[in-house]
Nanobody, 121 residues
Framework: QAQLVESGGGLVQAGGSLRLSCAASGRTFSNSKAWFRQAPGKEREFVAHIARSGGSPYYADSVKGRFTISRDNAKNTVYLQMNSLKPEDTAVYYC???????????????WGQGTQVTVSS
């Protein structure tokens, strides 16, 4: 069974940085990868996507210019570098794997357990 495991979340002050990691095992490591987030009482929302080749990163407008998605296929790991964090970035962040690019959570068949990111003002 394919698995995704996120790490790197935590508590940070506004303006700070965090780097999330998503370690993949099984068949998902070569798939298209994305990060989503979900704040309390809100829908899960798309954050960023990266193709299996590592090219064509795509970002939600709310994080563009502050977050960077990357992947190291040799390590089967996807990263999300988050800079200039804002309190509204507070959420549980999830890694997802799927066969193609999409901003819809329903398009992804494999998910990690999530990692909490809390940004204090």
């Amino acid at each position: 069974q394919a698995q995704l495991v996120e790490s790197g979340g935590g508590l940070v002050q506004a303006g700070g940085s965090l780097r999330l990691s998503c370690a993949a095992s099984g068949r998902t490591f070569s798939n298209s990868k994305a990060w989503f987030r979900q704040a309390p009482g809100k829908e899960r929302e798309f954050v960023a996507h990266i193709a299996r080749s590592g090219g064509s990163p795509y970002y939600a407008d709310s994080v563009k210019g502050r977050f960077t998605i990357s992947r190291d296929n040799a390590k089967n790991t996807v990263y999300l570098q988050m800079n200039s964090l804002k309190p509204e970035d507070t959420a549980v962040y999830y890694c997802a794997a799927g066969p193609f690019f999409s901003v819809l959570a329903a398009s992804y068949g494999s998910w990690g357990q999530g990692t909490q990111v809390t940004v204090s003002s």
